[in-house]
């Protein structure tokens, strides 16, 4: 089974822009939770959706928003960069059905670096 | 206010040795428990969970050990191998209410000495 996979893997941006990242869960996996890891802050949840609805959020501004689509793949996009942002953009999958009960699988990242 | 610890942040055993991580919480809500590795620049892959119901669970080399009155867990590592260096982290969630995300430790970056 092929895993969770992100694009791109990397991505430079200006402060102000925004930016689009993509996940792509593993196969029959229907939750998709986005992680934000930092040196200072470390890995911080940002949101988790399933079946297109955002069902969790995390302890971010409203600049961090996501979606997802009826195959379950998920984007985050992040508007009106900050040079805070630079980041590891990670994605998680799950079956989604048994919530906290459930092991997530993490994507290899987006690596964000805001100039 | 960190709900996930792990207090060494480094950690040098010698290969055949026994690793052992350690992980504190203090969020009694949390009921399921997760450790990760991760290299650098790689997203984090899953190693061994347990659930509040269990005090130990193991997987070949790996066991997790939970003492929910000391709300404490720990990861052995028997026997340590040179591929085992990297950063370990230990990740905490709450069942009820469906999945809040995982709580993570700040980690600790084991290193295994030939």
């Known amino acids: 089974k092929a895993g969770v996979t992100q694009t791109p893997r990397y991505l430079i941006k200006t402060r102000g822009q925004q930016v689009t990242l993509s996940c792509s869960p593993i196969?029959?996996?229907?939750?998709v939770s986005w992680y934000q890891q930092t040196p200072g802050q470390g890995l911080q949840f940002l949101f988790e959706?399933?079946?297109?609805?955002?069902?969790n959020k995390g302890n971010f501004p409203g600049r961090f928003s996501g979606r997802q689509f009826s195959n379950s793949r998920s984007e985050m996009n992040v508007s009106t960069l900050e040079l805070g942002d630079s980041a590891l953009y990670l994605c998680?999958?799950?079956?989604?059905?048994?919530?906290?009960?459930?092991?997530?699988?993490f994507g290899p990242g987006t690596r964000l670096l805001v100039l | 206010d960190q709900q996930v610890k792990q207090n060494s942040p480094s950690l040098s055993v010698q290969e055949g040795r026994i690793s052992i991580l350690n992980c504190d919480y203090t969020?009694?809500?949390?009921?399921?428990f997760l450790w990760y590795k991760k290299y650098p620049a790689e997203g984090p892959t899953f190693l061994i969970s347990?659930?509040?119901?269990?005090d130990k669970n193991e997987d070949g080399r790996f066991t997790v050990f939970l003492n929910k009155s000391a709300k404490h867990l720990s990861l052995h590592i028997v026997p340590s191998q040179p591929g085992d260096s990297a950063v370990y982290f230990c990740?905490?969630?709450?069942?009820?209410?469906?999945?809040?995300?995982?709580?993570f430790g700040k980690g600790t970056h084991l290193i295994i000495q030939p």
């Open positions: 998680a999958s799950s079956g989604g059905l048994l919530g906290g009960w459930e092991t997530q699988y």
């Open positions: 196969s029959g996996h229907r939750s």
């Open positions: 959706y399933f079946s297109e609805t955002q069902r």
């Open positions: 969020n009694s809500m949390f009921d399921y």
């Open positions: 347990i659930s509040s119901i269990k």
């Open positions: 990740a905490a969630q709450a069942s009820g209410g469906g999945a809040d995300g995982l709580t």
